[in-house]
């Protein structure tokens, strides 16, 4: 689709009562229905999450992990959800090497030891029953995504390009269930009506039996039997034995406001290490996507990702010294670096691979509570085995653990891999009140996303709407973390290019078409116009006004009402 165009503008939406934003217009529509029929932000956020399983299964789905960060209007807290699973217990490094697995040696993509346990499913019904509004069922909540999983519905076109792009990895020889998700053997194309009958049980039977439906009874057998036939070890007490966890949140100041932040296993703490090496900088005099800005940006975030690499890991397993990695004193030594004005060189540690393709949505309702929520099978369809039955793809989040024997997140039994999927969330340093819900979707762009998008309203003054349209840089390309180079999305300007070139960096772009995609796809609602900076912005930013904002590099759309 080289001739995908970006030629359309957006307003952000503002509304009083409520709103959502999505990658997909089906899943807004849904979320703002499940508001007005009494849900609050979390029982939105989870049947947008069925939804997406069901419009854009070539990025999500319940075979995949989800995370959420829950902003609480009545305490003004802020908590997070980890709804990542964990490796089979007889996955053994010395199995692995038995097998003649390695670090210079990978099991493939698609492989059963890169199925790690689905967490989504579990993360869908404990968020509901921690944070919902118990207006709702869990039937209620996931029936608009079985009546569209079982009628059928018109595949969008961003949807349908990725849809294609992974439509191969369904026909392998082994993977008898594969055509479930495409039409006569083909993806489905733009514009197109697909059903997905058997998903649409799958969501049957979770609405009515909860986590039980599906880590015990049918699909869990159908799990475990796909698995296996693909060289997996995982085992019914796997998938029996799955918890999500209710964890403290991470965060840092920033000029007065604080971003939130998934602790490790997730990798939000690149963002917050970044911001904590920009802040002494006067970025609002270099301009948005200069030379120098972006310059510094890049710096900020390699330095955020040379700890991140190697010290992001599972926490049960393995001691993460966040209290030093996140404070103001470790990012002025860090800032040290940033000294010559040139490209720093070999700063990475890690030795991870990671993919872009995620949904991140994010839902607000009437009491001022707010969801901001991520769903992610991995790479596309993930590991792309789909169990007999079942409608979904498993994930292949075990990719995503080192197979060296000294790294920090190396693969064991029972352990969480390096997380890519990560919400964020923004509150007032001094009251506590809500700023912003939102996120940035898309492998080792996302804590990318999340600095750029933040920045590009505070320091810049844009709406939420405006920040998600500016062009974007991304270090490396997505799949890997890779500093050895910088992509640049179109848009961005042609002396800021040549800037940045002059500067030590190597530079691929602009990137234009749907190549574009590489930038990730984001979503967000702010309280209020805390970006405003004119002198009459005041009563307006103590107003309780949502404005909205939706990716133009995604198929879908904000909705308030």
């Given at each position: 689709?080289?001739?995908l165009q ?8 503002v509304c ?11 899943a807004?529509?849904v ?18 999450a069925?939804v ?7 990025s999500t ?7 959420c960060?829950?902003y609480d209007?009545?305490?003004?807290q802020?908590?997070?959800v980890?709804g ?25 993509v698609?492989?059963g030891?890169a199925v790690?346990v689905?967490?989504a499913?579990?993360a869908?019904?404990?968020t509901v029953?921690?944070?919902?509004s118990?207006?709702?069922?869990l039937?209620?909540i996931?029936?608009p995504?079985?009546?569209l ?10 949807t ?6 992974g439509?191969?990895?369904?026909l392998t020889p082994?993977?008898?269930h ?8 083909r993806?489905?194309t733009y ?5 997905l009958?058997?998903l ?5 039977e979770?609405g009515?039996?909860g986590k039980?439906?599906f880590?015990e ?14 060289g ?8 029996q034995n799955?918890?999500t966890t209710f964890e403290d949140?991470?965060s840092?100041?920033?000029?007065g406001y ?5 602790p490790?296993?997730g990798?939000?703490m690149a963002a917050?290490?970044?911001l904590?090496?920009?802040?002494t900088?006067?970025?609002k ?13 890049i710096?900020?975030?390699k ?8 010290y992001?890991?599972d926490?049960?397993?393995?001691d993460?010294?966040l ?5 103001k ?9 940033v000294?010559?004005n040139?490209?720093m ?10 993919g872009?393709d ?9 009491e001022g ?9 991995f790479?596309g369809?993930?590991s792309a ?6 409608g ?9 653990f ?7 997140n190396v ?10 999927i ?5 509150t007032?340093?001094n009251?506590?009140?809500l700023?912003?819900?939102?996120g940035?979707?898309g ?15 505070l ?12 062009p ?10 890779d500093e ?11 002396e800021a290019?040549?800037?940045?070139v ?24 702010a309280?209020?116009n ?8 005041a ?8 404005w ?9 759309l904000a909705?308030?009402f």
């Open positions: 689709m080289s001739d970006y030629n359309s503008r957006r307003s952000a939406v009083c009562n409520g709103c959502v934003a999505s990658s997909q217009p089906l807004s529509q979320g703002t229905d499940i508001l007005k029929a009494g849900g609050n932000a979390a029982d939105a956020a989870v049947a947008m069925a997406l399983n069901v419009t854009e299964p070539c789905g319940i075979g995949g992990d989800a995370f960060l829950f209007a009545k305490s003004k802020v908590k997070a980890n990542s699973g964990r490796a089979p217990a007889a996955l053994t490094l010395d199995l692995l090497h038995k097998q003649g697995f390695s670090s210079s040696s990978p099991f493939p698609q492989h030891h790690t689905p967490g499913a579990a869908w019904v404990d029953d921690r944070f919902g118990g207006k709702l069922s039937t209620q996931l029936q995504a079985v009546d999983a079982e009628n059928g519905y018109p595949v969008q076109q961003i349908a390009l990725l849809w294609n792009k439509a191969e990895s369904l082994k993977n008898d594969g055509r479930d998700l495409l039409v006569n053997g993806a489905p514009g197109e009506v697909i059903r009958p058997y649409a049980q799958t969501f049957r979770l009515t039996h039980k439906g880590y009874g049918r699909i869990a057998k159908a799990i475990v039997a796909a698995v296996e036939k693909f997996g070890v995982m085992t019914a007490d796997d998938l799955h918890v949140p991470i840092t100041d920033y000029r604080r971003l939130w932040e998934i490790p296993n990798h939000g917050l290490i970044a904590n090496v920009l802040e900088y006067d970025l005099q270099l301009g948005a996507n200069s030379a120098e800005y972006l310059h510094l940006v710096e900020a975030l330095l955020g990702f040379s700890d991140t690499t190697w992001c890991a926490p049960t397993k393995v993460v010294p209290s030093t990695l996140l404070s004193e470790y990012a002025t030594k860090r800032r040290q670096l000294t010559n040139r490209a060189k070999n700063v990475q540690k890690g030795d991870l691979n990671i872009p995620t949904v991140y949505f994010t839902t607000a309702d009437s509570n707010a969801c901001s929520f991520i769903n992610s099978n790479m369809f993930g085995i789909v169990p007999e039955g079942c979904f793809t498993l994930q292949n989040r075990g990719s995503g080192s197979l060296d024997t000294v790294h920090p693969i064991a039994p029972g352990k969480r891999p390096y997380h890519t990560i919400p964020a969330m923004v007032d340093s009251t506590g009140d700023v912003m819900s939102y940035v979707m492998g080792y762009m996302q804590p990318q996303g999340h600095v750029q998008v933040l920045l590009n309203m320091e810049f003054g844009m709406n939420p709407q405006q920040a998600l349209d500016q974007r840089i991304c270090i490396g390309g997505g799949y890997g973390y050895s180079y910088v992509s640049v999305e179109d848009g961005i300007p042609t290019v040549e800037g940045l002059d500067k030590g960096h190597s530079v691929r772009g602009p990137l234009v078409a749907a190549d574009r995609t590489l930038f990730g796809k984001g979503q967000a609602i309280v209020g805390f970006w405003d900076q004119s002198d009459n912005s009563q307006r930013k103590a107003e309780c006004i949502y909205c904002g939706s990716d133009p590099r995604a198929d879908g909705i308030g």
